[in-house]
């Protein structure tokens, strides 16, 4: 599977934004998809996943502002993020996976997207 992600972009802090991940073939529906995310000097970071069927997962820093969502028939994920704060600047991935859990190793990665907060 091929990802592509956007949405990315400076926003003040407080303001929203929604990143998209397109996916290509046929069998979208069957990944487990994440949103990750690397700010300078750190690791890059699960966010969000979701599995097939649409159960969803959130890291602490994030589930309350954060929501992950896919839409099937468009082989796209999404990631709303709302009461952005500046530590959210960082460059944002798409990924996906065959099996569960939603966390741990993924196996396929898009470019990343930047989210940049100011404050």
């Known amino acids: 599977v091929q990802l592509q992600a956007s949405g990315g972009g400076l926003v003040q802090a407080g303001g929203s934004l929604r990143l998209s991940c397109a996916a290509s073939g046929r069998t979208f529906s069957t990944y487990i998809m994440g949103w990750f995310r690397q700010s300078p000097g750190k690791e890059r970071e699960l966010v969000a996943g979701?599995?097939?069927?649409?159960?969803?997962y959130a890291t602490d820093p994030v589930k309350d502002r954060f929501t992950i969502s896919r839409d099937n028939a468009k082989n796209t994920v999404y990631l709303q993020m709302n009461s952005l704060k500046p530590e959210d600047t960082a460059v944002y991935y798409c990924a996906a996976k065959r099996y569960l859990p939603v966390v741990g190793t993924y196996d396929y990665w898009g470019q990343g997207t930047q989210v940049t907060v100011s404050s």
């Open positions: 979701i599995s097939s069927s649409g159960n969803t």
